[in-house]
């Protein structure tokens, strides 16, 4: 009960739109032209390391995210940064894929990671649709009752031909099982 009396405490941003609250979350959205901005403010009561470790494996996103069938990093990390090569998928749609530059970073109780569409798309294998746009962020911070806050905002264009129903679905309910499979992971 305690995570969810966190997460209904978490202040509204100006500009964003709630679109409700699930697994100790409260999410909104925010329309910002070319894509729909999502985000995800969180209260668990996991330990702040256990979620950071499954949200810092990149290389295991593809066992976390059901919408992601790989994730490899490129050439391993270095100065807090590398290059993440991704496979996606929805059910009815092409698979997509894209490399991401990814930073990690620490910050006050915690880590925040930001990942970006990478400027050379050169790994990619060229039997999927190249992404659009994928620009995220997560931060995680310990509570000092032994819980943790997590913040994750995601820009995402799957680029080529999307139904607008598959579009909304994601929007919807696909990005709030997002966080249901790290907190999984996690072990919540």
Not at 57 to 68: L, Q
Not at 93 to 102: N, T, Y
Not at 110 to 132: F, I, N, P, Y
Request: hydrophobic share 40%.
């Amino acid at each position: 009960m305690l995570p969810l009396l966190l997460a209904a405490s978490l202040p509204a941003l100006a500009g964003w739109t709630p679109t409700g609250s699930k697994y100790g979350c409260d999410f909104s959205k925010q329309d910002e032209g070319e894509v729909v901005a999502l985000r995800a403010e969180c209260a668990w009561d996991l330990p702040a390391d256990r979620v950071m470790a499954v949200i810092g494996d990149w290389n295991r996103h593809a066992e976390v995210f059901e919408s992601v069938t790989k994730s490899t990093v490129l050439g391993g990390w270095s100065g807090g940064r590398a290059r993440v090569l991704q496979n996606h998928q929805a059910s009815g749609i092409s698979d997509r894929e894209v490399v991401l530059d990814v930073t990690v970073e620490d910050i006050d109780g915690g880590k925040r990671w930001r990942h970006t569409k990478s400027a050379d798309q050169h790994e990619l294998s060229g039997d999927k649709v190249e992404v659009g746009r994928d620009d995220g962020l997560w931060e995680v911070k310990a509570t000092p009752d032994g819980g943790c806050t997590v913040l994750y905002e995601l820009r995402y264009d799957p680029a080529g031909s999307v139904p607008g129903f598959i579009v909304k679905a994601f929007q919807g309910s696909g990005f709030k099982d997002m966080l249901l499979q790290v907190r999984t992971a996690a072990g919540g």
